[in-house]
């Protein structure tokens, strides 16, 4: 009950691609905002993609152009899809359910445990 599950981590080369799945109730304590955020070391999350429930997305522009976030909400799914990955994609992402169309965390009220993607040169 309003929990956040991802899947689909692990490691990939280099311009690969890697998709991750989100499993959870399209609305979390009201919050229908799905998003993806990745751990900065000594600064905490900053946000990745976030997708409203009626499909308007928000990109970071470290990911513009290479990520692509996307919600089945008939299978309550959100999807994050990375092309082109770089070395620097390397991170834990995290699912989370927000009240806004935001890559600020602080709008986060639920998320998941992660999971963590490595990319190699």
């Known amino acids: 009950q309003g929990q956040l599950v991802e899947s689909g981590g692990g490691s990939v080369q280099a311009v690969g691609s890697l998709r991750l799945v989100c499993t959870g109730p399209?609305?979390?304590?009201?919050?229908?905002?799905r998003g993806w955020f990745r751990q900065v070391p000594g600064k905490g999350r900053e946000g990745v993609a976030v997708?409203?429930?009626?499909?308007?997305?928000i990109y970071s522009n470290s990911v513009k152009d290479r990520f692509t976030v996307s919600r089945d909400n008939a299978k309550d799914i959100t999807y994050l899809q990375m092309n082109n990955v770089k070395p620097e994609d390397t991170d834990m992402y995290y699912c989370?359910?927000?009240?806004?169309?935001?890559?600020?965390?602080?709008?986060?009220?639920?998320w998941g445990q992660g999971a963590q993607v490595t990319v190699s040169s």
């Open positions: 989370a359910a927000g009240r806004a169309l935001s890559l600020n965390p602080d709008y986060v009220s639920t």
């Open positions: 399209g609305y979390i304590h009201g919050n229908s905002y």
């Open positions: 997708i409203g429930y009626g499909g308007s997305t």
